[in-house]
């Protein structure tokens, strides 16, 4: 049979007298609630002695990912996603008729050049 250390199966090594008051675990704490606009709560947990500034008001809800706020009446509204949309969409939209039109007589024209030197060469 081996035998070896004097460690009980389960335990942790190295655990002593050292408690969770000597690991800072005692500071008085204070509980702060934060809701998403889907209704969650998420209790967080700061120093006692921390000043409010300090204590962010809003965080992100690890139950639905969404940002949550202290204020549970006025939670933070859902992040509104945009439909995908190719770069072409954004050019278009930026774009007025007139600049379009010059835009394109120019790539036309560079186009026709190519084509000229190519048509020439071969």
Do not use: C
């Not at 859902?78 to 969409?89: D, I, S």
């Not at 008729?97 to 190519?118: M, T, V």
């Amino acid at each position: 049979m081996a035998s070896g250390g004097s460690a009980i199966r389960g335990s942790r090594v190295g655990a002593g007298p050292m408690g969770e008051q000597d690991h800072g675990h005692h500071a008085d704490r204070v509980a702060v609630s934060y809701w998403d606009a889907l209704g969650n709560e998420t209790i967080r947990y700061f120093a006692a002695n921390l000043p409010d500034e300090e204590i962010p008001s809003t965080i992100d809800s690890p139950s639905s990912g969404l940002p949550a706020g202290r204020d549970k009446a006025n939670p933070p509204s859902v992040q509104k996603n945009e439909p995908y949309k190719t770069h072409l969409a954004y050019v278009k939209e930026r774009r007025t008729d007139e600049e379009a039109a010059s835009l394109l007589e120019d790539a036309l024209k560079q186009l026709r050049i190519r084509r000229g030197k190519i048509s020439a060469d071969s």
